[in-house]
T-cell receptor, first 114, second 113 residues
């Protein structure tokens, strides 16, 4: 089946630094990628929708200058958490989809900001 | 009220039991997904369905479009089935549908040996 990878799987950083998370579709071209965050014992919250070659569409309440999304190709999207703070500590998950509705999820990245 | 509701929120079962998790939704949909999230966090897509019934191994998913309801069944449950099961829907609307998913809050299943 389709595989989506994320890198890194875990990251610990100091407050004020920026962290980049990569999401790759390994065996298919993804027309759209989604970025989610998940707090403990809560469901996934959609942050933004990313289409290759165009600007990401952010959900209400998500700061686009804080969470920079770049979708450079049909197989790669990146999420950069700029000037990270402890409240940004969370589990970030990407998913990728083709024109059909099936979404393939990455394994997630656990971010801890000290 | 959430657009996608799941029940129960928590479920503990003994190994071998038949398990049912329910999902109700209040919006028009083009597809419904059942997802499995293990303690490590990774999410696996179990089923995507828009009508009828699908079966994969010990897992069965059904959907009733008229009643806006879906169920996930696990037969002969095993401790390795312990995970969070999430129902999600693709919202459809006049003129089309979206790849954006609306998620239920999940059902935490613990299967004890």
């Amino acid at each position: 089946g389709a595989v989506v990878s994320q890198h890194p799987s875990r990251v610990i950083c100091k407050s004020g630094t920026s962290v980049k998370i990569e999401c790759r579709s390994l065996d298919f071209q993804a027309t759209t990628m989604f970025w989610y965050r998940q707090f403990p014992k809560q469901s996934l919250m959609l942050m933004a929708t990313s289409n290759e070659g165009s600007k990401a569409t952010y959900e209400q309440g998500v700061e686009k200058d804080k969470f920079l999304i770049n979708h450079a190709s049909l197989t790669l999207s990146t999420l950069t958490v700029t000037s990270a703070h402890p409240e940004d500590s969370s589990f970030y998950i990407c998913s990728a989809t083709t024109r059909r509705e099936t979404q393939y999820f990455g394994p997630g990245t656990r971010l801890l900001v000290l | 009220k959430n657009e996608v509701e799941q029940s129960p929120q928590n479920l503990t079962a003994q190994e071998g039991e038949f398990i049912t998790i329910n999902c109700s939704y209040s919006v028009g949909i083009s597809a419904l997904h059942w997802l499995q999230q293990h303690p490590g966090g990774g999410i696996v897509s179990l089923f995507m369905l828009s009508s009828g019934k699908k079966k994969h191994g010990r897992l069965i998913a059904t959907i009733n479009i008229q009643e806006k309801h879906s169920s996930l069944h696990i037969t002969a449950s095993h401790p390795r089935d312990s995970a969070v099961y999430i129902c999600a829907v693709n919202h459809s609307f006049y003129g089309g549908a979206t790849n954006k998913l609306i998620f239920g809050t999940g059902t935490l299943l613990a299967v004890q040996p």
